[in-house]
């Protein structure tokens, strides 16, 4: 059974940095994309960057495309997210999610970590 389980979130000012972790067991994903979303308070759940496990392609949503950066280091069933030029509109709960390449839902999901940007 897949695990995801984050780490790193905090409480930050704005302009500052933040590196969330992601901590995947329970399965091979070399067949997995493994992406981060986030969820802030009375809006909807909102995709971040994703990427292929087995390497080679990484993919960002405009709204944070330069600031952040998803990746793996090798050999590690682990994945990052680091935060660049923190805004207070970045508050929400971060998740880290995955899915088999031929599936197109999300159907791992960890319990996510809070990240609040103040001003």
């Known amino acids: 059974q897949v695990q995801l389980v984050e780490s790193g979130g905090g409480l930050v000012q704005a302009g500052d940095s933040l590196r969330l972790s992601c901590a995947a067991s329970?399965?091979?994903?070399?067949?997995?994309?493994m992406s981060w979303f986030r969820q802030a308070p009375g809006k909807e759940r909102e995709f971040l960057a994703g990427?292929?496990?087995?390497?080679?392609?990484?993919y960002y949503a405009d709204s944070v495309k330069g600031r952040f950066t998803i990746s793996r280091p090798t050999a590690v069933n682990r994945m990052y997210l680091q935060m660049n030029s923190l805004k207070p509109e970045d508050t929400a709960v971060y998740y880290c999610?995955?899915?088999?390449?031929?599936?197109?839902?999300?159907?791992?999901w960890g319990q996510g970590t809070q990240v609040t940007v103040s001003s």
């Open positions: 999610a995955a899915r088999r390449t031929s599936s197109a839902e999300y159907n791992d």
């Open positions: 329970g399965a091979a994903f070399s067949p997995y994309m």
């Open positions: 990427l292929r496990w087995s390497g080679g392609y990484t």
